[in-house]
């Protein structure tokens, strides 16, 4: 079979991470702050006629808390993250874990003899987690102002620059039915974008193509977007697939921008809905997951029992 090529990806020092989850740094930034860093950024690559800090596009990740989990056992998902460029919030459970990781640090540092003991017990931890729930609950933020960032709406806000520059963009992966009813509804709500779609090959569990037809589709589907030379290239295969396929192809990649997008197709397609805001807001979405069944049951529990669980141990 088919190995995935090493190759290297050089973070940008243009966007600044922070914390550590599991080994992993989030992008910090506020929404708002990190677009106008990307437009910023792009500004830069007009006037210099090159990407800053290298020739290799801006890549964009989600990570969120049932992706960390797979980097607890997957080193080159751990080290394709790593090296992203930004790497969004994506889930109140990933902030719960910054904040908590905050906050027990801070905790240890003044406790000593048996009050450290007691901290550092696992039941202990557990509560600290949950007060640290609470309190994102109630302002929305961690204590140092970092807010989640869904990769959909993220998506969303780097549609509307590529309006604003009549920039081209590349839709990849999904299926050509949920894509057809994407590129429907963006182009009507970005009529100056220039879009061109595929679904691409059909991929393992590492990204490489099945077999040798579908790796004849890979290969095509790189010169396809390579001529069409996009802005902003979304990759919609699922986690870890589509982070793996950008890992193998993006010294091959002619493209400014690489984002990640995970379902976001098909949220936008309408084939899937999306959880009310309400629920979103009091981090019950992996609960109404469950009751429309809309989710793999164990997904929600890697997500919402064993991560906190794993993040709990490492500290």
Known sequence: MKKTRNVSITTSKF????????????TGTSRKNLLILVEKYFREIGQRKFKLASKKPLFITTPNPEQLVMVHKDREFKKIIQGSDISLCDGIGLLCAY???????????????WKRKVSESLPMKYIYFIKCFLYILKHGCSSDG????????????????????????FLLGSTDSVLKKT??????????????TDAGARLD???VPLNKNQNI???????????FNPHFLFVAFGA??????????????????????????????????????????????????????????????NAVFKFPLIVAKEA
């Open 15 to 26: 966007f600044r991470k922070q914390g550590n989850i599991l080994e992993i740094a989030i």
């Open 183 to 196: 590129l429907r509804k963006l182009s009507l709500r970005f009529p100056s974008v220039h879009f061109m």
């Open 99 to 113: 904040e908590f990781l905050q906050y027990y640090n801070a905790i240890n540092k003044i406790n000593t003899g």
């Open 240 to 301: 870890p697939k589509q982070e793996k396929w950008v890992y193998r192809n993006i010294d091959n990649l002619r493209s400014d921008l690489i984002m990640v997008v995970g379902s976001s197709f098909e949220y936008i397609a309408g084939t899937r809905k999306r959880v009310p805001v309400v629920i979103e807001k009091i981090g019950l979405e992996w609960l109404w997951r469950i009751i429309t069944g809309s989710q793999n049951i164990r997904r929600i529990f």
């Open 205 to 207: 569990s590492n990204s």
């Open 217 to 227: 589709i890979d290969r095509k589907v790189l010169v396809r977007i390579n001529k």
């Open 146 to 169: 970092m807010k989640i960032i869904k990769g959909r709406d993220f998506m969303v806000d780097l549609l509307k620059i590529a309006e604003e520059n009549q920039f081209r963009v």
